[in-house]
């Protein structure tokens, strides 16, 4: 995908609230058996990772918690929810006010002042390209590779190359964010590419599936009928988007070669 | 006036950190530990001249990821609050249809055994 390489059509200056996409400087963590460090001054550098000891158990015997320690990293990182979501309490409070009878002002600075409402904000950590492995790079900057989303190098944002690493997603205080730690948002077409990525990473894998047949015949697939057939034979009909349909019938049985125009020797 | 060296002994502790043991010509000692940027010191040593030994030390990374980034965030403040969100209506909150649920169906097979 040619987009994913021009930095103009990927990114977008950063404004008002928090936005899905949002490149934010943000800590994530993923918690380990073992121990690590104690807890030590802050990084003062982009990337600074660190294995940091929270507690160790005594016996090795439930119910006592096994010894943990947190990998935390410091560095780039994507802002996952969706819009809605990020203000979702925040709009559900709004509207009771102004319901009260507030005004529409007077509701927002309102809302806005609760550090109760949509507390939390989950991010995903932005990784160089040297932490994936070799063979997984180039699907990686094409957007190919579930569980991942490329970030593209920008010279205006100064940022480098790398990918959000969505396996491997923060719960952040949104009180800990300020607007200087937000350096970049994602355009609009770049966040509906994000939104598949989450939605095939978290709860739909195989509409890649679904989109690649989509992709081969032309047509976007609305609906697969599967009709009852004898045991190793199956028959699905593919309904299109033009109300076209679509059948496929297979069987467990190897199938005929295919018959050759060409004379072998 | 003769010049009297400082000896200098390190050793690796952990994957990026640095032990270095600093012997003063006056007999004194100085240990300071560094891993990343993290640094701890031993010493009894006054705190400028052991700032000083701290700053002779090479640093473990050099500018970290996104260094011009880092650039030029630097000494901005991390407090402060964003624009506040424009109100738009409540979304609603409904329960998810046999339809809906449907549509996340397909299961994986053969998965990795526990």
């Known amino acids: 995908m040619a987009w994913f390489d021009d930095e103009a059509d990927y990114y977008e200056a950063a404004a008002g609230p928090l936005r899905q996409g949002d490149l934010v400087l943000a800590p994530t963590i993923s918690i380990e058996p073992g121990g690590g460090e104690s807890a030590g001054v802050a990084p003062a550098e982009l990337g600074a990772e660190r294995l940091v000891v929270l507690w160790s158990a005594i016996t090795s015997t439930l119910p006592e918690a096994p010894s943990i320690a947190a990998r935390i990293r410091w560095d780039l990182a994507m802002v996952l929810p969706h819009d809605c979501a990020l203000e979702k309490e925040f709009n559900e409070r709004a509207a009771q006010l102004i319901a009260a009878g507030a005004s529409e002002d007077g509701a927002i600075a309102e809302a806005s002042a609760d550090s109760r409402l949509d507390r939390h904000i989950a991010v995903a950590p932005i990784r160089g390209y040297e932490d994936a492995h070799l063979e997984r790079r180039q699907g990686i900057r094409n957007g190919q590779r579930l569980g991942t989303f490329p970030v593209v190098a920008s010279a205006r944002y100064l940022i480098e190359p790398g990918w959000v690493d969505l396996d491997a997603p923060t719960t952040v205080a949104r009180s800990l964010f300020a607007p200087a730690m937000r350096v970049a948002a994602l355009s609009s077409q770049a966040v509906n590419y994000l939104r598949a990525a989450l939605a095939k990473h978290w709860a739909h894998r195989d509409l890649s599936r679904a989109e690649e047949l989509s992709r081969t015949i032309g047509r976007t697939i609305v609906a697969v009928h599967a009709a009852p057939m004898p045991k190793d034979r199956l028959r699905a009909d593919l309904v299109l988007d033009d109300a076209a349909t679509i059948t496929l019938e297979g069987s467990r049985k190897p199938a005929a070669p295919a018959r050759s125009t060409r004379r072998t020797v | ?114």
């Open chain 2, 1 to 114: 006036m003769m010049k009297r060296s400082i000896e200098l002994r390190k050793r690796k502790a952990g994957k990026n950190g640095v032990v270095a043991t600093l012997g003063m010509p006056e007999g004194q000692i100085v240990t300071v530990a560094r891993v990343d940027e993290r640094t701890e010191l031993v010493s009894l040593e006054p705190e400028d001249r052991v700032r000083e030994m701290v700053a002779s030390l090479k640093r473990s990374r050099q500018g970290g990821r996104h260094a011009l980034l880092a650039e030029r965030l630097s000494g901005q403040l991390r407090e402060g609050p964003f624009p506040p969100a424009q109100v738009s209506s409540p979304e609603a909150d409904v329960a998810t249809t046999p339809v809906e649920a449907e549509l996340f169906g397909s299961r994986a097979e053969n998965r990795r055994r526990f």
